[in-house]
């Protein structure tokens, strides 16, 4: 049995409507479109530099990128986190 006494698919979906509507209200505030645009900059920037190093392109894009995707992540959990938290208070 389930700690709590829920069941699996109760939980999940209650997961995924939490995960939802914090995507709505984070594309509702444009808080995800400057970051997405700042990614693919970011990621231009990556394959730029690809192409200027030796032999390491591949290496270089790599770890561009996969260093890209953590930072973003860290980047929109806080954004979010931010600009959510003080709106639950007052509803």
């Known amino acids: 049995m389930n700690p709590g006494g829920m069941n699996s698919g109760s939980m999940n979906s209650r997961i995924a409507y939490i995960?939802?509507?914090?995507?709505?209200?984070?594309?509702?505030?444009?808080v995800l479109?400057?970051?997405?645009?700042?990614?693919?900059l970011l990621s231009g920037a990556a394959i730029l530099v690809g192409e200027i190093s030796i032999d390491i392109e591949r290496l270089v894009v790599v770890n561009l990128g996969l260093?890209?995707?953590?930072?973003?992540?860290?980047?929109?959990?806080?954004?979010?986190?931010?600009?959510?938290?003080?709106?639950?208070?007052h509803r």
């Open 19 to 30: 995960a939802f509507n914090t995507f709505r209200e984070a594309v509702r505030d444009r």
């Open 33 to 40: 479109y400057n970051l997405i645009a700042f990614a693919l």
């Open 67 to 89: 260093t890209a995707v953590s930072l973003f992540g860290v980047v929109i959990a806080i954004f979010i986190g931010t600009t959510l938290r003080p709106r639950a208070g």
